[in-house]
């Protein structure tokens, strides 16, 4: 588990926290909901339970911590007013990782129970979602959005992919190989870890960041801005090339077509949707122009650093260890320059999600 | 729930951490373990079950937070080793307020799990166990140590109660009665509550401060010195009398009469074994005189620092919420000179506990 160490992102209370900068994080989520609530309304139809037991993996410490939560219980809360039961027992396990900041996420559950009003019961779970970490068949409902592009570690064999942090039309043929290679086996143990501890007839429901084309040679990854920004850095004379060479993340961004194939092979889940979609960033910009009617004001700069700060949150930890905590306001500064710069070439701004729902054979 | 608030013990991260000033508990552990052994093999012999959920009630955050939950883990391997059974799995639920530090809880978790080496899910639960924080009928176990001497909040009726910071030999009746009182409201309640959360022949071992004696005006209890330290701070002008006066510990000490008296009224479980004991500071003494050879050493100054910081690392938030957070150095090192001044008087250093050990009807 060493390597997954430096994943965690950064606490509320950093200046440039993830709970602050998961704008992008949000638009994904809202177009997951119907998702959630058509697997929820399905698990619940189906199995009738007067007890249910939800996990959302990787829920981080921000206000979307509880936000899939409320889905899950509002959906449940819906269906029972139409129909006039009652309504079932919840008991919430919040999963991320033991440097995650559990205790900003509790400060928030007693205001929590407060508004949903049902018989809610929430707790903390600290681990790493590629080990066991919950009882056997224990499960009705399992979530995770915006987690599963990490890695366990990173592939072996990277050597030669100088000039990129992640793979790139650049790389070299072995690097997209060694990468989708790691994905089969941490995604297929995920499978098997949750098929253990899910019950038959249990819905899972995944959102994870993915790719448009099949070929991986052949897709425009918002990571080069990360890469480009960096070799700026070196170009500057404040970051050596050979640090650089050597970093790369431990990350993939599989296409519709991998997913199905592990999770066919893996046997215990059944895919009842999956759907590969555009991240949409441009309610960034309309908010932001809205915002800033003085057109003297670079609204694209204000842009790139929000986008700038948002990646910041999540790969703060992984640079600091890499090239030490000096370059990192230098890199982000850069990073947010390169991404306004990039804001009139749109092509560079896609990027993508998948969200596949699950069921427990 | 407002004047719980400021029962949080002191973070990890805090000069005077709980978790590191709470040997006193610790010797309260080691003398309740036998009941709670007796008590994990009678419910695991009784309910044989092949997944054991267990909560930890007020489980704060030093190295104390895993010591119970190892216990019943130990018991019940031993149990299965000597008769050739498979091993239960173990949902282990840590409660505490939300304020407590579980973060660094947290942080110890794979440590522990990979001890003990068994089929082990440890989860956090934040919040007042004055409230429902459980399924319906879900706990094999319960256990709650050095907590439920804590009330909910300040009796009503307090205001002649001058001179004292609690209960006290010179304390009116009505103090006596106030404080009684919301005892049997407060523990009514959560006997109430965890009857709802726990399976029938379910186990509850509760160890908590008590007193030796039926009559309250009777005892000599050792927050007197707290009291004393306070009044040397208004005698040297630092402090307030009133402000003294109107300070009182939402805290109270039954003695075994009372204790059993509650239970059997609010009839959801059954006594199996009741004890009060001397909590033993005698280890302590030992402790520092073996670690001090030095004559010149003034020992009995550092045991006074020792009890000072285990009694600060309980009391300084509410000590800073009514005084304000100038006076608390010094408060504590008076509190130290006056305790290394009592070591001469064993008396004023008797402190109670009661454990007992309840079957869930």
């Known amino acids: 588990m060493a390597e997954t160490k430096v994943l965690g992102m950064n606490a509320a209370d950093h200046e440039i926290s993830y709970a602050n900068n998961s704008v992008i994080q949000k638009g994904v989520i809202s177009k ?55 309504l079932p027992e919840f008991e919430v396990l919040l999963n991320d990782l033991p440097e995650n900041d559990f205790n900003s996420v509790f400060k928030s559950v007693p205001d929590f129970i407060e508004r949903v009003q049902e018989k809610c019961f929430i707790a903390g779970v600290a681990g790493s979602f590629y080990h ?10 399992v979530n995770s959005s915006n987690s599963l592009h990490w890695l366990t570690k990173l592939p072996a064999g990277l050597e030669n992919n100088k000039g990129n942090v992640y793979m790139a039309r650049s790389s ?11 994905l089969r086996k941490d995604f297929t143990n995920f499978l098997s870890l949750r098929s253990k501890e899910m019950i038959p007839q249990g819905r899972m429901v995944l959102a994870f960041m ?21 070799y700026d850095l070196v170009a500057e004379g404040v970051v050596e090339e050979k640090d650089v060479d050597s970093f790369n993340l431990p990350f993939y961004s599989p296409c519709k ?14 895919i009842n949707n999956l759907q590969v979609f555009e991240v949409d960033v441009n309610h960034l910009k309309a908010d932001e122009k809205l915002r800033n009617k003085d057109l003297g004001y670079n609204v694209y700069m204000e842009m790139g650093e929000n986008f700038a700060n948002t990646v910041r949150a999540v790969l703060e930890p992984m640079i600091c260890s890499h090239f030490g905590d000096a370059v990192v306001d230098r890199l982000f500064m850069r990073l947010a320059t390169n991404v306004a710069d990039a804001l009139s070439h749109p092509m560079l701004y896609k990027g993508f999600n998948i969200v596949v729902s699950l069921t427990k054979k």
């Not at 199995?47 to 249910?52: A, E, F, L, R």
């Not at 066991?132 to 009705?140: E, I, K, N, V, Y």
């Not at 070299?172 to 790691?182: I, L, S, T």
């Not at 592990?262 to 046997?267: A, F, P, S, Y």
């Open 257 to 270: 077509e991998e997913v199905v194939e592990i999770v066919e092979r893996e046997r215990s889940f059944e």
């Open 172 to 182: 070299p043929r072995n690097v997209f190989e060694a990468y989708a290679d790691q």
């Open 210 to 230: 993915a790719r448009e084309n099949a070929d991986p040679s052949n897709e425009d990854y918002v990571w080069e801005l990360v890469a480009k920004s960096l």
């Open 132 to 141: 066991r970490l919950f009882p056997t068949r224990s499960l009705h409902f």
């Open 32 to 86: 997951v909901t119907p998702i959630i609530e058509e697997s929820v309304r399905d698990m619940f139809m189906e199995m009738g339970p007067t007890y249910i037991k939800v996990a959302d993996l990787g829920c981080a410490s921000g206000p979307n911590a509880f936000r899939i939560i409320s889905q899950v219980i509002d959906t449940i809360h819906r269906m029972c007013k139409g129909q006039q039961l009652e």
